[in-house]
């Protein structure tokens, strides 16, 4: 499964276009713009385990770095202070790694509201 079956191409162009300098990634902001906040919670999952590069059921620190290339090969990486925010945004119990249940899919919601 690509992220293509669930997020429309154009939303995916529209939201890597709009973080395409270093540290002007927002997830708030990305996942709005690509589509991912209209999603269902399965939908989200499957989402969500696409980024699991490892498969561990966690993302971490490392896989982070990738995300927008996940969604482009041609994007940029994050930087070290857009992973760390991101962390900070999705990491509720400080252990490094962003879980499958929980704070990813709360992600989709408490981000932009």
Same mark, same amino acid.
């Given at each position: 499964?690509?992220?293509?079956?669930?997020?429309?191409?154009?939303?995916?162009?529209?939201?890597?276009?709009?973080?395409?300098? *270093?540290?002007?990634?927002? *997830?708030?902001?990305?996942?709005? +713009?690509?589509? +991912?906040?209209?999603?269902? *919670?399965?939908?989200?999952?499957?989402?969500?385990?696409?980024?699991?590069?490892?498969?561990?059921?966690?993302?971490?620190?490392?896989?982070?770095?990738?995300?927008?290339?996940?969604?482009? *090969?041609?994007?940029?990486? +994050?930087?070290?202070?857009?992973?760390?925010?991101? +962390?900070?945004?999705?990491?509720?119990?400080?252990?490094?790694?962003?879980?499958?249940?929980?704070?990813?899919?709360?992600?989709?919601?408490?981000?932009?509201?």
């Amino acid at each position: 499964m690509s992220l293509t079956s669930i997020l429309s191409a154009a939303d995916i162009a529209n939201a890597l276009k709009d973080c395409q300098a *270093p540290d002007s990634f927002s *997830p708030k902001k990305f996942f709005q +713009l690509c589509g +991912l906040r209209k999603k269902t *919670p399965k939908e989200v999952t499957e989402v969500f385990y696409i980024l699991d590069t490892d498969q561990s059921g966690f993302i971490e620190e490392d896989e982070l770095k990738f995300f927008l290339q996940k969604f482009s *090969p041609s994007a940029r990486l +994050l930087t070290t202070a857009e992973i760390k925010a991101f +962390l900070k945004a999705a990491d509720d119990n400080d252990d490094g790694m962003i879980g499958a249940e929980g704070r990813f899919q709360s992600l989709t919601d408490s981000l932009i509201d």
